[in-house]
């Protein structure tokens, strides 16, 4: 049930809100555990099922997703999030970017994912994926304002590690292209790229094996 609702098409403006009944069956199948009334154990897709229908919500702070669900995960049944638990808790901070957020808000949110990010990367046994530093650019790009001289700084270090982690892809090279101002973006990027015009193959070589 948890993998129906994590994949329903929510697209649809008259769809209805699956978080509540996902992390409601979370919790009804932890209960059914811990009074020994059934032997299904959550497992890492159970929460990761729940973080998905969380983040399509749009109104759970990111200090509640990592409080409820990666904590928990770790502490109550000693599972491991992975990439896509460490990606959910990053899209999770976009939801800090509305008007009605303050400042304090926002660098919370600009806080934990910057060190959800660190997180993910310290963890030898995953790596970060493409969605990853999609993620991360969109909440520099939403949460940082223009005039912040911080907002380069953090996306030229996120571009760095994106090269470093090789996952540069086409979608990837545009989103940052339009992040950056046109003399930063060629002098980080296009002065770099081997004389066919291609990027270095170390900056592509997870990428291309995806």
Known sequence: ILHALMTSNSSDPDFPNVYPLARDLLNLMIDSYKRGVSTVTPDVFSFNAVLKCAVRDGNIPPQDMISLYTDRMQNEFSLKPDS???N???????HCRNDDDDDEDRRAALNIAVATLGRLRDDSTIVPTVQTYSSMVRVVNELVTQDDDDREKMLKHVFLLCCTDGLLNPFIVELFETSFSKETWETIYTQQLLPTGESPPEWTRVAQEG
Do not use: G, N
């Open 84 to 86: 896509f638990t460490y």
């Open 88 to 94: 959910m808790v990053l899209e999770s901070c976009l």
